[in-house]
């Protein structure tokens, strides 16, 4: 069984970092793109960093230059390393694993989540 288990969240100010961290087990983890996604009550999920089997990481223009993902395959686990938060960067936070996804950016080619890890970052 496939299980993908986030850790790390917490609330802070402005500013802060954070670093998140996506424990695997039941896959062949070093043969997926895994990717971070967060979602806000009411909103769309949204794509927010993906790091690719060789380690190829991409993000979005808005976390470009504050977020950072890596991966440790010896350790079937991802990183997030978050810096410079702002308040608009409050959301849930999931990763989520998937063999071949064509589009990193796409929840929907996504085979499997985590139950996600809540980030609040006040004024």
């Known amino acids: 069984q496939v299980q993908l288990v986030e850790s790390g969240g917490g609330s802070v100010q402005a500013g802060a970092s954070l670093r998140l961290s996506c424990a695997a087990s039941?896959?062949?983890?070093?043969?997926?793109?895994v990717g971070w996604f967060r979602q806000d009550p009411g909103k769309e999920r949204e794509f927010v960093a993906a790091?690719?089997?060789?380690?190829?990481?991409f993000y979005p223009d808005s976390v470009k230059g504050r977020f950072t993902i890596s991966r440790d395959n010896t350790k079937n686990s991802v990183y997030l390393q978050m810096n410079s938060l702002k308040p608009e960067d409050t959301a849930v936070y999931y990763c989520?694993?998937?063999?071949?996804?064509?589009?990193?950016?796409?929840?929907?080619?996504?085979?499997?989540w985590g139950q996600g890890t809540q980030v609040t970052v006040s004024s």
């Open positions: 790091i690719r089997w060789n380690g190829v990481p």
């Open positions: 989520a694993a998937a063999f071949e996804p064509g589009s990193t950016a796409t929840p929907n080619n996504y085979n499997y």
């Open positions: 039941g896959l062949v983890f070093s043969s997926y793109v």
